[in-house]
């Protein structure tokens, strides 16, 4: 993703002193380019001070965000005094992304009636005035904090964050390759739940995805540059020709699909026709794709799509699925999360080795299930989230853990890594009496600030955190 743009917004009240916003101006741009954005800023004689104070001031700060309409990702309203809180509703009100509200803080010895700023009171105001007009907008913790200190540029990565996972899942396309695989009634999803959160789900018959495989000649460019695409990507060395040149196409179909669909996600029908039409698994197609930024989930566990495509978007990094499958030993706080080989090697400790799927070859033979992608999952901090549609609604949960380096033994099957997380215990009683799934997604970093505040606060799911 490239650059974020921010839409700089500074707010007066008269009686306080407004010689403070000239200083404001140069702090707060410097600020935002200290954290690798751009900004765009009303020229400062456009309005008294290049401040807004009044509702009239208010209107001409929002014909400059409509003339910038599309480039800034972003409002951020600064608060070198008071403020006014008219003025401010006029200004935003439909300025349509997320508004993160920041106030000076006053310095002890600068507190007469020339310096004093009264911010601390003023943001309450713009608050209060907002939420009447039904406004959504950011507020972290400091309560007050100056552009140039350590907590404002907490709070500018956490709304930062904020802004790209709105922008990208106010309205998005999850297309589903194959029905609901038929043993895992767990993954149920309601599209009509996901439509009035802006996720349109479309469905495309596995029988469309296997007609493009086998039409599609060995010798297409397309088939050979994406051997060689995936050669680079995975070790390979152990998968027969035929089964590599299979698992191509799948890749090959499934990117024409997404291009010609127009489809933001994927989840995929991964159990278990593929496996039997074809004797391959396509879980190493899932990782690449996944660490090419594009959100794919198998087992056509829709709801999660949603939570790996906010994490991808909150991290800028992959995201993963995977279960909630094994104790790590007596410890409680410790588990073993795994999957077949979905994983991103971008979230991995190094490049996979793609085998057979040892649950398709027992009693198949062991020339069946290539493209398992075997390896380890990279110590790390780590945000997780999982979704689900119950009752017509989105519901979602978001914690934070990390992932150790703890040993598993090297004949365990997959792609896996020991988490560690605070009073696992009762959170997975919490998850398995409150309808979520045997999987959870996650990715690299700390956004549970961020997660939560974008789907609340923006994106309106019903959210808990753990």
């Given at each position: 993703?490239?650059?974020?743009?921010?839409?700089?917004?500074?707010?007066?009240?008269?009686?306080?002193?407004?010689?403070?916003?000239?200083?404001?101006?140069?702090?707060?741009?410097?600020?935002?380019?200290?954290?690798?954005?751009?900004?765009?800023?009303?020229?400062?004689?456009?309005?008294?001070?290049?401040?807004?104070?009044?509702?009239?001031?208010?209107?001409?700060?929002?014909?400059?965000?409509?003339?910038?309409?599309?480039?800034?990702?972003?409002?951020?309203?600064?608060?070198?005094?008071?403020?006014?809180?008219?003025?401010?509703?006029?200004?935003?009100?439909?300025?349509?992304?997320?508004?993160?509200?920041?106030?000076?803080?006053?310095?002890?010895?600068?507190?007469?009636?020339?310096?004093?700023?009264?911010?601390?009171?003023?943001?309450?105001?713009?608050?209060?005035?907002?939420?009447?007009?039904?406004?959504?907008?950011?507020?972290?913790?400091?309560?007050?904090?100056?552009?140039?200190?350590?907590?404002?540029?907490?709070?500018?990565?956490?709304?930062?964050?904020?802004?790209?996972?709105?922008?990208?899942?106010?309205?998005?396309?999850?297309?589903?390759?194959?029905?609901?695989?038929?043993?895992?009634?767990?993954?149920?999803?309601?599209?009509?739940?996901?439509?009035?959160?802006?996720?349109?789900?479309?469905?495309?018959?596995?029988?469309?995805?296997?007609?493009?495989?086998?039409?599609?000649?060995?010798?297409?460019?397309?088939?050979?540059?994406?051997?060689?695409?995936?050669?680079?990507?995975?070790?390979?060395?152990?998968?027969?020709?035929?089964?590599?040149?299979?698992?191509?196409?799948?890749?090959?179909?499934?990117?024409?699909?997404?291009?010609?669909?127009?489809?933001?996600?994927?989840?995929?029908?991964?159990?278990?026709?593929?496996?039997?039409?074809?004797?391959?698994?396509?879980?190493?197609?899932?990782?690449?794709?996944?660490?090419?930024?594009?959100?794919?989930?198998?087992?056509?566990?829709?709801?999660?799509?949603?939570?790996?495509?906010?994490?991808?978007?909150?991290?800028?990094?992959?995201?993963?699925?995977?279960?909630?499958?094994?104790?790590?030993?007596?410890?409680?706080?410790?588990?073993?999360?795994?999957?077949?080989?979905?994983?991103?090697?971008?979230?991995?400790?190094?490049?996979?080795?793609?085998?057979?799927?040892?649950?398709?070859?027992?009693?198949?033979?062991?020339?069946?299930?290539?493209?398992?992608?075997?390896?380890?999952?990279?110590?790390?901090?780590?945000?997780?989230?999982?979704?689900?549609?119950?009752?017509?609604?989105?519901?979602?949960?978001?914690?934070?853990?990390?992932?150790?380096?703890?040993?598993i033994e090297n004949t365990y099957f997959g792609c896996a890594g020991v988490a560690h997380i605070e009073n696992l215990e009762e959170k997975l009683i919490y998850m398995g009496k409150n309808g979520y799934r045997h999987h959870t997604t996650f990715t690299k970093g700390k956004y549970l600030n961020a997660v939560k505040d974008a789907f609340q606060t923006y994106l309106n799911y019903e959210l808990i955190v753990l």
């Amino acid at each position: 993703m490239g650059r974020q743009t921010f839409a700089l917004y500074f707010g007066n009240r008269g009686f306080f002193p407004e010689s403070l916003i000239a200083g404001a101006r140069q702090e707060l741009k410097q600020a935002i380019s200290d954290a690798g954005c751009d900004y765009l800023i009303m020229d400062e004689n456009a309005t008294r001070y290049g401040a807004v104070e009044t509702p009239e001031e208010g209107r001409i700060y929002a014909n400059f965000l409509k003339q910038n309409e599309g480039k800034y990702d972003g409002v951020i309203i600064c608060l070198p005094n008071f403020g006014d809180e008219n003025g401010a509703v006029a200004a935003v009100r439909d300025a349509g992304v997320p508004i993160y509200v920041q106030a000076y803080p006053d310095e002890i010895g600068k507190m007469d009636f020339e310096n004093r700023r009264d911010a601390y009171c003023g943001k309450l105001s713009i608050e209060d005035m907002l939420g009447q007009y039904g406004i959504p907008y950011s507020v972290y913790p400091l309560h007050v904090a100056h552009p140039q200190s350590g907590a404002f540029a907490q709070n500018l990565q956490d709304f930062a964050a904020v802004c790209r996972i709105v922008k990208k899942l106010k309205r998005f396309s999850i297309g589903g390759i194959g029905a609901r695989t038929t043993k895992f009634k767990t993954v149920r999803y309601d599209e009509l739940a996901l439509q009035k959160y802006g996720i349109t789900f479309e469905s495309y018959d596995l029988s469309e995805l296997f007609a493009r495989i086998r039409s599609m000649k060995d010798c297409r460019d397309a088939v050979r540059e994406k051997k060689d695409w995936l050669s680079a990507y995975a070790d390979f060395s152990r998968v027969p020709d035929d089964k590599f040149t299979v698992l191509a196409k799948i890749s090959v179909a499934i990117d024409d699909m997404m291009d010609e669909y127009h489809l933001d996600t994927v989840s995929i029908r991964c159990w278990d026709e593929m496996h039997r039409e074809f004797g391959v698994a396509p879980c190493v197609l899932l990782s690449e794709l996944n660490d090419r930024g594009i959100a794919a989930s198998c087992e056509m566990d829709v709801a999660n799509t949603v939570t790996m495509y906010a994490l991808s978007a909150a991290s800028e990094l992959p995201a993963g699925c995977v279960d909630w499958n094994n104790n790590y030993g007596g410890e409680p706080d410790k588990c073993i999360l795994f999957h077949c080989g979905p994983i991103a090697r971008r979230l991995m400790t190094g490049r996979g080795q793609v085998g057979i799927h040892k649950m398709f070859a027992k009693g198949n033979g062991p020339d069946y299930g290539w493209g398992v992608d075997e390896g380890r999952i990279a110590p790390m901090d780590m945000t997780y989230a999982s979704a689900a549609t119950m009752n017509g609604k989105l519901y979602a949960y978001v914690d934070e853990g990390q992932i150790t380096d703890d040993p598993i033994e090297n004949t365990y099957f997959g792609c896996a890594g020991v988490a560690h997380i605070e009073n696992l215990e009762e959170k997975l009683i919490y998850m398995g009496k409150n309808g979520y799934r045997h999987h959870t997604t996650f990715t690299k970093g700390k956004y549970l600030n961020a997660v939560k505040d974008a789907f609340q606060t923006y994106l309106n799911y019903e959210l808990i955190v753990l």
